[in-house]
């Protein structure tokens, strides 16, 4: 019989929301919070007054970032609340953000994440609270097993 | 910046990209194999990074230095993170998180790029 490499295991049904896909969630994330924080603290420190909205809003979408960042990696009762709340005002904040920054382009002269749904991050904000928030709802304390 | 070592670093970065999303498809864990090709692409970053650097300090500096310090550090750390989380997830999202890398890895390369042609005195 040929020597099959074996499959990767399969993940147990009550393993932490920061493994498996869960895991690369938690890397795409962190990629975000960092983008964003370091992108309004840029903003904020050498030409805040040109657009303070949106660079308030830059930092604003960092602190969410991250707090979905640190909650995945928490993990248990908490850590499910805290990405729970932050995918949820993620997803709020780019459809907001981005209808918004279509509709009134001259409140937002300059680009945040969430700007034209995401278009500058190839429309990974937009996507990505929907797979957050998919993950949260498929891996919850009730999943049927 | 532009030179023939980002161009190799791009392309090395999109060939193990696409190649961990296959072996992500095939529901593969990180071998061996994947986890030190990334280390080796890791080397390669380090020494664009390296060579950034040396320019920083006798060549033209970009009129947006802070920023170019901030992707570069970004930039080094990032495979090695990959690595870590890859070796923490053996199943096949860990071939996945080596994916995601290596796929962001030549957009970091090419914003390097494009802040570094903006130099002003």
């Known amino acids: 019989m040929a020597d099959q490499p074996t499959p990767a295991p399969t993940r147990?049904?009550?393993?932490?929301?920061?493994?498996?896909?869960?895991?690369?969630?938690?890397?795409?994330?962190?990629?975000?919070?960092?983008?964003?924080?370091?992108?309004?603290?840029?903003?904020?420190?050498?030409?805040?007054?040109?657009?303070?909205?949106?660079?308030?809003l830059s930092a604003f979408a960092g602190l969410v970032y991250l707090a979905a960042t640190?909650?995945?990696?928490?993990?248990?009762?908490?850590?499910?609340?805290?990405?729970l709340?932050?995918?949820?005002?993620?997803?709020i904040g780019v459809l907001i953000v981005g209808a918004l920054s279509i509709a009134d382009a001259v409140a937002f002269p300059d680009d945040t994440v969430w700007s034209r749904f995401g278009s500058g991050y190839g429309?990974?904000?937009?996507?990505?609270?929907?797979?957050g928030l998919w993950w949260l709802w498929r891996n919850r304390p009730s999943y049927p097993r | 910046m532009n030179g023939p070592l980002s161009t190799a670093?791009?392309?090395?970065?999109?060939?193990?990209?696409?190649?961990?999303?296959?072996?992500?498809?095939?529901?593969?864990?990180?071998?061996?194999t994947d986890l030190w090709s990334m280390l080796a692409l890791s080397a390669l970053v380090a020494i664009l990074v390296v060579v950034a650097v040396v320019g920083l300090f006798t060549g033209d500096r970009p009129a947006d230095w802070t920023?170019?310090?901030?992707?570069?550090?970004?930039?080094?750390?990032?495979?090695p993170v990959a690595v870590y989380l890859a070796r923490l997830e053996p199943t096949r999202w860990g071939t996945l998180i080596l994916g995601v890398a290596s796929l962001v890895l030549p957009v970091l390369v090419l914003?390097?790029?494009?802040?570094?042609?903006?130099?002003g005195g």
């Open chain 2, 9 to 32: 670093t791009i392309v090395v970065a999109l060939v193990l990209g696409v190649w961990y999303l296959v072996r992500t498809a095939m529901n593969r864990a990180p071998s061996n």
């Open chain 1, 70 to 83: 640190i909650g995945l990696a928490v993990g248990g009762v908490r850590g499910r609340m805290i990405a």
């Open chain 1, 123 to 131: 429309y990974v904000p937009l996507i990505l609270p929907f797979i």
């Open chain 1, 12 to 56: 147990p049904r009550d393993a932490a929301i920061g493994s498996g896909l869960g895991r690369v969630l938690l890397l795409v994330y962190g990629i975000f919070a960092l983008s964003a924080s370091a992108r309004a603290l840029v903003q904020i420190s050498t030409h805040f007054s040109e657009a303070p909205l949106a660079y308030l």
């Open chain 2, 67 to 79: 920023t170019f310090v901030g992707y570069l550090i970004t930039t080094v750390a990032f495979a």
């Open chain 2, 111 to 119: 914003r390097l790029q494009q802040i570094a042609e903006v130099t």
């Open chain 1, 85 to 91: 709340v932050s995918c949820t005002i993620e997803l």
